[in-house]
């Protein structure tokens, strides 16, 4: 089922809109100038005059506000090798970002050694290292950090994945510290040797290595969704106690939509409209969810420094579609 143009994979458009707080986000983003950003102007002034603070919702302003920031994407459930994932790829590349990180399920359909350069490097080599595909000499330092996803495990032991990529620790879950953030990269696959459950070793590891950083930052990305209202639903084996070791922010893939979940005190995301076909969502959304999206392709922008993280979801097209920042500089879209 390989997508035909551009915009193929998009026919959700319209019931893929947002629910919940999403509707009016898109006028906030500099990204397009919407008629509905010009009718909102008196309504802004009105609130800054009416003391409600300086511009606290407006992601550029709080963006504007970092210093020295560590940017970074995250994509999700991308590696077709098809022009959405062309297209996200671009978009993330206009970003520069210091590095890339993945939500899984990196290549399609069944992980093989024939395929993965086709489906990964094809659009990311740039940001691979050591690199030694087709697509160019790749990166100098390695800034591409992916996590395994189930169609990666399609391949036995998920050679070809742990072949193509060289990663810290033994590969199939580590960690990176970046500048204010610490990034904790697990395999929630259940074929993972060292358990997914939250009694695993790997389980217990995580904990362990959330405890131990001094990162003001801690963010974990994983393949299943803990919290979803998509198609797949939460994972109940992946609902580790990630905010009682230290996590800020958990990021999953898996089901093919972007939903933030505020949920035991942290935020989770689901993160996988980065190239494979999106799914519609569940009709009632789980308890704390904020905003659900599968209308179009797109990644995440993260930016942090010692005080605010910001995280956007912005789809190819260059529309934001929901946002929030944690810390000093706390906000979320009005609801
Ligand atoms: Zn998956």
């Not at 993945?102 to 086709?118: F, L, M, R, V």
């Not at 930016?303 to 956007?312: F, S």
Request: charged letters at 20%; glycine letters at 12%.
């Amino acid at each position: 089922m390989r997508s035909g143009g551009p915009r193929a994979g998009v026919g959700l458009a319209g019931r893929g809109a947002l629910v919940g707080s999403g509707a009016a986000i898109a006028g906030w983003a500099p990204y397009r100038r919407s008629v509905r950003r010009r009718r909102l102007a008196p309504l802004l002034a009105l609130l800054v005059l009416a003391g409600c603070g300086r511009d606290l919702g407006d992601p550029d302003a709080i963006a504007r506000r970092l210093e020295a920031p560590v940017r970074f994407a995250v994509i999700g459930d991308y590696g077709t090798g098809d022009a959405p994932e062309r297209d996200v790829a671009a978009l993330v590349q206009a970003w520069h970002p210091d590095f890339v990180v993945t939500t899984g399920d990196n290549n399609y359909p069944s992980g093989a050694a024939e395929t993965i350069d086709d489906h990964v490097g094809r659009y990311w080599s740039g940001f691979i290292a050591p690199y030694h595909g087709r697509f160019g000499p790749g990166a100098s330092s390695n800034a591409f950090f992916p996590v395994l996803g189930n169609h990666d495990w399609n391949a036995p032991g998920a050679l070809p994945y742990l072949a193509y990529f060289t990663l810290p620790g033994n590969e199939r879950y580590y960690e990176v510290a970046k500048g204010a953030v610490h990034v904790f990269a697990l395999d929630s696959d259940p074929r993972e040797p060292d358990g997914v459950a939250p009694e695993s070793a790997q389980a217990r590891w995580l904990c362990e290595a959330l405890r131990s950083s001094p990162a003001r930052w801690k963010l974990v990305f994983l393949h299943h969704p803990p919290w979803s209202s998509g198609r797949h639903g939460p994972t109940p084996y992946a609902q580790w106690p990630f905010q009682a070791c230290g996590a800020h922010a958990v990021f999953a893939g898996h089901d093919h939509d972007y939903e933030r979940i505020q949920r035991d005190g942290i935020v989770y995301f689901v993160n996988g409209l980065g190239g494979s076909t999106p799914y519609a969502m569940q009709r009632f959304p789980i308890q704390g969810s904020r905003a659900r999206f599968y209308g179009e392709f797109g990644a995440q922008l993260v930016e942090a420094d010692a005080r605010t993280l910001l995280v956007r979801f912005v789809t190819r097209d260059g529309e934001l579609v929901d946002w929030v920042a944690l810390g000093a500089d706390a906000a979320e879209p009005p609801q």
